[in-house]
């Protein structure tokens, strides 16, 4: 015979907490289902991954490149922060300009680096690349080549002492045969810098002539009797007054032989600027330098591929 259930009999704690747990595990679940489709929706990107080497990575500081189907590119780097890793994706478009920045992630001081965020920040990408801090002594290089893009107002450093000075690190930016060959005269001994302990230098000034005809020369310059005295120039420096190094690069000028002599890659200050955060310029450089390695890879790497 079934015993009769006591209406009266105390319920079970399990019972009674039994409909909020089950509450509380449908919302659990519903906020990880929601989380993990915001992720989703925002990493997706309509275009195709590219595969990017190890080495690339890390020279550039990238993560992932995407082709879109526009033609741009979406590159993802990191570089770091005053006190976090700063995460963005760059797009470059066919032309090679930067339409687009966003800060991916960041935990940077709030009210100062944390305002990488802003599109009042960001927006100031858009445009020509590399950029530069404005005010700043920033220097913009390419990750690869070492050119440096020297920025407005960027602070010029004094020449090193001759004591000091290395000729390897000579104008390292040209890597012809004829400015190695240079060094290497230099180290030998056989240059006039050299001679004079001076620092390897293609604009030094030449020994003085002390032939009839150069002391005429500086004569007439200096009672105004020559053509360039008379036109507001300098006196010109006939080839056998130019140093040994000088006269060498007018032969191998004259010969086809040289480089146009500027620094591969290099531009002067005419470089796109960009308003650092105020009290955040670590931060600031953080996302610069994601931007421009951004714009090395995409013109350099994926150009040449």
Do not use: H
Not at 87 to 96: L, P, R
Not at 219 to 239: H, I, Q, T
């Amino acid at each position: 015979m079934k015993q009769a259930t006591n209406p009266f009999a105390p319920v079970p704690l399990w019972r009674k907490r039994l409909p909020g747990y089950a509450a509380m595990g449908v919302a659990t679940i519903a906020l990880a289902v929601g989380l993990v489709s915001v992720q989703n929706a925002r990493t997706t990107v309509a275009g195709t991954l590219l595969p990017v080497s190890e080495a690339d990575a890390a020279t550039y500081g990238i993560s992932a490149v995407y082709q879109l189907n526009d033609g741009s590119y979406r590159v993802e780097g990191t570089q770091k922060g005053f006190q976090s890793d700063v995460q963005a994706a760059v797009t470059i478009d066919a032309q090679g300009k930067v339409s687009a920045v966003e800060i991916l992630s960041q935990e940077e001081t709030e009210n100062l680096g944390g305002q990488c965020v802003d599109p009042a920040f960001t927006s100031q990408y858009q445009g020509a690349a590399p950029f530069a801090l404005a005010g700043k002594s920033y220097t913009v290089t390419d990750p690869v080549t070492g050119a440096a893009y020297a920025a407005a107002g960027a602070v010029s450093e004094e020449p090193a002492a001759a004591v000091d000075f290395d000729p390897t690190q000579w104008n390292l930016s040209d890597t012809s045969p004829e400015a190695e060959a240079t060094r290497k005269m230099y180290q030998a001994g056989l240059t006039f810098s050299a001679q004079k302990g001076e620092p390897l230098d293609d604009e030094l000034p030449p020994p003085l002539d002390s032939s009839a005809e150069a002391v005429a020369r500086r004569k007439l310059y200096a009672a105004d009797l020559s053509k360039s005295a008379l036109d507001g120039e300098p006196m010109a420096v006939p080839f056998a007054d130019q140093s040994a190094e000088k006269q060498a690069q007018i032969r191998l000028e004259q010969a086809d032989l040289t480089t146009t002599g500027e620094a591969a890659g290099a531009v002067s200050a005419d470089l796109t600027e960009v308003d650092a955060l105020s009290g955040a310029t670590i931060t600031s450089t953080a996302v610069t330098n994601i931007v421009n390695n951004s714009y090395f890879y995409v013109t350099q790497v994926l150009s040449a591929e």
